[in-house]
């Protein structure tokens, strides 16, 4: 199956981050637009969205902290698509964009459960502090280049 991936520059492909976003953790995992959506939702932000047949199935967008280093996050997969590297693919076209945009250092704020899913794409835990993000437990991960 061919898909899709673009980087959401113009406001409509935004738009698709924002569906996958709702139906992935506002309807799934019950949270609230006001928690999904925050002060990072913003014209600076850069997503990537990836289209099966036009209809938005994954996301993830990052935000930058300082002139070298980022936030990734928010990456969902709409659960009927998971298990086909869709969520690889999402954060892979990120980091190139995100080295293409000059920043050297990536973080992500992991749930728990996708530590392993980080750490095969070559991301390392900051620590091992446990760091409440919303409803969820996370670890601080980043990964260099």
């Known amino acids: ?5 673009i980087r959401a520059d113009k406001q ?13 953790m506002n309807r799934q995992h019950h949270i609230s ?9 913003n014209d600076k932000t850069r ?16 935000y930058e902290i300082n002139d070298k280093e980022v936030i ?12 086909k590297q869709l969520g690889r693919k999402t954060v892979r076209e990120a980091e190139d964009w995100i080295r293409e945009s000059g920043y050297r ?3 992500i704020d992991s749930r728990l459960e996708a530590v392993k899913f980080y750490e095969k794409l070559g991301y390392e835990r900051l620590n091992d502090e446990v760091i409440k993000s919303g409803n969820f437990d996370c670890v601080r991960m980043y990964k260099e280049g």
Do not use: K, N
């Open 72 to 83: 990734l996050g928010r990456v969902v997969v709409l659960p009927e698509y998971r298990g």
């Open 33 to 41: 637009l006001r928690e999904e959506f925050d002060e990072h939702d």
């Open 12 to 24: 409509w492909q935004r738009a698709g981050a924002y569906s996958v976003r709702i139906q992935g």
């Open 1 to 5: 199956m061919a898909y899709e991936i």
């Open 105 to 107: 250092r990536i973080i």
């Open 47 to 62: 997503y990537i969205v990836i289209l099966d047949d036009g209809y938005p199935v994954a996301t993830c967008r990052f």
